[in-house]
């Protein structure tokens, strides 16, 4: 049971071949089990689970429930959790507990999905190995000696491991996409403002989106049918309407043109990471895409790019951890600037501090020309990229990673080459739009993504894609073998 | 330095005005004043991890009411920005407010100087944000306690060019925009609670030098008197500094009405640099020309046009006029007399002037809680008109109604107050006073004319006080003549 989809979960509540009880005990037992090794949940909710997962069988009996009701889901730690702590991977909201659920929590608890607990993450979410963590990094299921990517690591870990049939992230740069790819599950960044980001702590605004962690794009599908949508608390989440996601999954894609931008297949690639790609590329064919080359001319500005804006705007949105109303406070602060220092010094990991401290400098007098606006400006230019390329196909295609999850501490000390591995994932974030990673592969047993891009609020077009890519291949299937 | 230089002084004023909507201007929360601290800040307010802000539709309505009103371009797109600093009562560590795209820009006002001339006054910018927490550093022995209930209550800093030149007319240009906001109803103007604020950038020059003073930025100013103080203690303190060869230097000073002095809070090389950059948790603000042609539309008639029609229209002095005008709730008292006593405009403005603000001052009230509405002063003015009773009586039923004893007439009547204008009855008691004042009667008609006058007015002291006050003084004063001239 615990190898179900979300969608085989509905159809074995509906057929009442298991409770929810049942189901979200077997679940629990299999985080209490497996969480020692592999660091994937800050905190586990088994009661509170248990409870709700009660109180949903009731429903289902009832006959008042939804598709998903009394399936469990484990939540990233960055979303805000009513009575349930929120640390966002700090230490700075180690006691942090919201009075308040964030708007993706409320849509799913309104669905009936059922919260086994909050996921280890990167310190608020900056990071791609997890290792940022303040409780430690997450391990890859499927080598343990791996990073599982991040930041959002402990969704995608927990999912690969089935300890829950599927999670929620957040991408900012890529942090659904690339531990998607390192951990061989589905995940999908939809288009800015398509899901609204109130509660989802802020690290950088105008590129956080949260989406679904799956095991199939069948299941991403349910879950965007659940939390996408206009909400009246994000100015920045659109009044268009939204699809249903279910919908268009079994659409045929023949005829589908798919862009294969030159950038994304030059030298910065690993060739094993090619050859799977090329193979994924080869079953689309075979069911009918084209595929085409197409240039990004400035994807290698990207990089460069985002890292002046995301940490602009992480320096302003994490101001407000000051150690005056929540979050953690220094012991007997001497004076006010002693109190913001060192409940500040101590509250924060280096990761973060690096990218305040960037951040501050990329906005503070005479640099902000330089670094904000051009950063800004080169958005723009890699936004009109994608659209030139839009005009002539309907999605783009390519690896989402350069390579294989890499080994734990691999790259904790060189934060270039870490910001490097984001190559493919950041330009998506820069321009707003909305792609998919899709397991496609394995080298040496470790899992390979292929990202699929599309152009705004495509998202049900880059789920048929995928949907008909996994009907076709089973990648997304694998289970490693000490999970079995 | 020169000791008999002649010195030019040179003001800029940003005026904070809280814009009178319900709610917050990124939160739902309340924004009604004195509640007990920290009671109306929201999640948003607190800036809790994971809020995101929400413009009020309202602010920005009021904010381009504001521009028009002033001549102002309201451009077709605003931005919000985050003005970053850290201070406890800051709940996120940045105030969101607007920088390079304000809402208003290039605006003006005319004010009349001292020797009554027109001067026009630009402003430069009016643009929206939110307010700040208050800091009580006085309460709570060595700790400051933060009370959030004021953070995200909706702004307007309206900023003016420096084209002030005495304090003066820092005065008149401040009342004028103080009564502007409040005939635009986009702000109470209470300046004790703080909803109508002003920081004065004073500097002084040579009047033959071109280049600015350096200047100081004095904060803290919530009464007209006070800054008028500040500002002319400013000026005299650069004057002084400048003459004895030091120099002014750039910085913020705090005035201390109890001292009657400004004194340094942070020189500008202790200035933050706010690293302002465009609030990615707000779109840009879109104002489409329907928009501003509806808000228009909602523009009452404003003091400076009230006052005209006030002097060629109704026949008021100028000095009536603007006292009339100066706050709308004065004028809207007094259009609804005006309206009650068919166009009696000088009767109702003696009255409106004179014993109602009499009252109201004495008893520190306004005119929204005054016990005398402008229905029961109008009443009672057309009951002076019909002669029901006279002036001076009516001043009786003033104070009665002011202690709230009911309406004019019930009042007359309870009282009986009623004018005598019964002839026989006004005849009666003439001759009632002349059989008891036979002496006088006689040294009356034995002197010479410009002595009479003052036995007449004897006489008519005499009746009114017997008819209590109630005859008709302009029959008595006829109806006596005619009989001691028989």
């Known amino acids: 049971m615990y190898k179900s989809t979300l969608a085989q979960l509905s159809i074995a509540l509906e057929s009442k071949k298991i409770s929810s009880e049942e189901l979200t005990r077997l679940y629990i037992e299999r985080c209490n089990k497996h969480n020692n090794s592999l660091n994937c949940f800050i905190t586990i909710t088994e009661e509170e689970a248990l409870k709700k997962a009660r109180q949903a069988d009731k429903k289902r009996a009832s006959g008042d429930y939804n598709l998903l009701t009394g399936i469990p889901i484990a939540q990233k730690d960055i979303f805000c959790t009513n009575g349930t702590r929120t640390t966002c991977g700090s230490k700075m909201l180690d006691n942090f507990v919201a009075p308040y659920d964030a708007t993706l929590i409320k849509k799913m608890n309104d669905a009936g999905l059922i919260m086994l607990g909050k996921t280890n993450m990167d310190e608020f979410a900056m990071g791609s190995s997890n290792e940022t963590s303040f409780y430690g990094p997450v391990k890859n299921p499927w080598d343990d000696c791996r990073v599982p990517g991040g930041s959002s690591g402990g969704s995608a870990s927990a999912v690969a491991a089935r300890l829950s049939p599927a999670a929620t992230g957040t991408d900012t740069g890529g942090s659904i996409r690339q531990p998607s790819s390192f951990c061989g599950i589905t995940g999908l960044k939809p288009t800015y403002g398509r899901v609204s980001r109130y509660g989802m702590v802020a690290f950088a605004s105008s590129l956080d989106q949260g989406g679904p962690m799956t095991q199939t794009a069948e299941d991403a599908a349910l879950i965007m049918n659940i939390i996408a949508g206009f909400d009246e608390h994000d100015s920045t989440s659109t009044e268009k309407p939204t699809d249903n996601y279910t919908e268009k999954l079994n659409n045929s894609i023949k005829g589908l043109k798919i862009g294969l931008p030159k950038q994304y297949f030059d030298e910065s690639l690993d060739n094993n990471v090619a050859e799977v790609i090329e193979n994924g590329l080869k079953e689309l064919e075979k069911l009918g895409a084209k595929c085409v080359d197409v240039e990004l001319p400035h994807t290698e500005l990207s990089i460069p790019a985002y890292y002046v804006v995301a940490p602009a705007e992480c320096s302003s949105n994490l101001s407000r951890y000051d150690g005056v109303r929540f979050g953690h406070r220094c012991k007997e602060p001497k004076d006010l600037s002693d109190l913001y220092c060192r409940s500040r010094q101590e509250g924060f990991g280096k990761e973060v501090k690096r990218r305040i401290m960037t951040g501050t400098y990329v906005l503070s007098a005479g640099y902000y020309d330089a670094y904000y606006i051009k950063a800004q400006k080169i958005r723009q230019i890699i936004s009109n990229d994608f659209q030139n390329v839009f005009k002539n196909v309907d999605i783009i295609a390519g690896p989402t990673t350069t390579g294989v999850a890499f080994k734990l501490n691999e790259k904790l000390n060189d934060p270039i080459s870490m910001y490097l591995s984001d190559l493919y994932t950041v330009s998506v974030n820069l321009a707003g739009l909305p792609a998919i990673s899709v397991p496609s592969g394995f080298i040496n047993k470790l899992p390979v993504g292929m990202q699929l891009i599309g152009n705004y609020f495509q998202e049900s077009l880059l789920m048929n894609v995928a949907h008909q890519y996994q009907k076709v291949t089973d990648w997304h299937q694998k289970i490693p073998q000490a999970y079995e | ?486």
Not at chain 2, 156 to 181: G, T
Not at chain 2, 453 to 480: D, Y
């Open chain 2, 1 to 486: 330095m020169n000791k008999s230089m002649e010195w030019e002084t040179v003001i800029g004023l940003e005026i904070h005005a809280q814009l009178a909507t319900k709610s917050k201007i990124f939160s739902g929360a309340s924004t009604i004043y004195g509640a007990k601290p920290n009671t109306q800040a929201c999640a948003v307010d607190l800036g809790l991890p994971g809020v995101l802000p929400v413009i009020n539709e309202q602010a920005i309505l009021m904010a381009i009411k504001f521009g028009l009103a002033i001549g102002a371009e309201i451009p077709e797109r605003s931005v919000f920005a985050r003005k970053n600093y850290f201070y406890p009562d800051l709940p996120k560590g940045y105030q969101i407010s607007q920088f390079e795209l304000p809402i208003v820009s290039n605006g003006f006002i005319e004010i009349l100087t001292e020797n009554k001339k027109n001067k026009l006054i630009k402003i430069t910018r009016a643009h929206l944000e939110e307010d700040a927490g208050k800091s009580n550093h006085d309460q709570f022995n060595g700790y400051t306690g933060i009370d959030l209930n004021r953070a995200g209550n909706p702004l307007l800093e309206i900023v003016s060019e420096p084209d002030m030149n005495n304090a003066k007319e820092a005065i008149s240009y401040l009342k004028k925009i103080h009564s502007l906001v409040r005939y635009l109803e986009i702000c109470d103007g209470n300046m004790q609670e703080g909803s109508f604020r002003c920081d004065a950038n004073v500097s002084v020059k040579p009047t033959q030098q071109k280049e600015l003073g350096t200047r100081t930025e004095i904060k803290n100013l919530n009464s007209f008197k006070f800054i008028e103080a500040a500002i002319n203690h400013e000026v005299e303190r650069q004057i002084n500094l400048i003459e004895s060869g030091e120099i002014v230097i750039q910085e913020t000073r705090l005035y201390d009405a109890n001292k009657n002095e400004t004194r340094s809070m942070r020189s500008k090389e202790e200035a933050n640099d706010y690293r302002y950059f465009p609030d990615p948790d707000l779109l840009p603000v879109l104002i489409t020309e329907e928009t501003k042609k509806t808000v228009r539309e909602l523009i009452p008639e404003l003091p400076d046009a009230k006052r005209m029609r006030y002097q060629n229209e109704l026949g008021l002095s100028e000095y009536d006029s603007d006292n009339l005008t100066a706050n709308p709730d004065i004028a809207n008292y007094f259009e609804t007399t005006i309206k009650i006593t068919n166009g009696n405009a000088k009767m109702c403005a003696n009255w409106i002037m004179g014993d109602l603000s009499a009252s109201l001052n004495k008893e520190n009230m306004n005119l929204k809680n005054s016990p005398v509405t402008a229905k029961m002063l109008g009443d009672m003015i057309n009951l002076i008109k019909d002669k029901t009773i006279s002036g001076k009586i009516a001043k009786i039923v003033f104070e009665a109604m002011w202690n709230k004893e009911g309406e004019a007439i019930s009042i007359i009547e309870s009282k009986d107050l009623k004018q005598v204008t019964d002839l026989s009855e006004i005849e009666n008691l003439i001759d009632g006073i002349i059989a008891e004042n036979t002496l006088q009667v006689e040294q009356y008609k034995n002197c010479p004319a410009d002595k009479k006058r003052k036995f007449i007015s004897f006489f008519i002291g005499q009746i009114m006080k017997k008819s209590k006050g109630k005859a008709n003084p302009i029959q008595v004063n006829e109806l006596l003549k005619e009989k001691l001239n028989s």
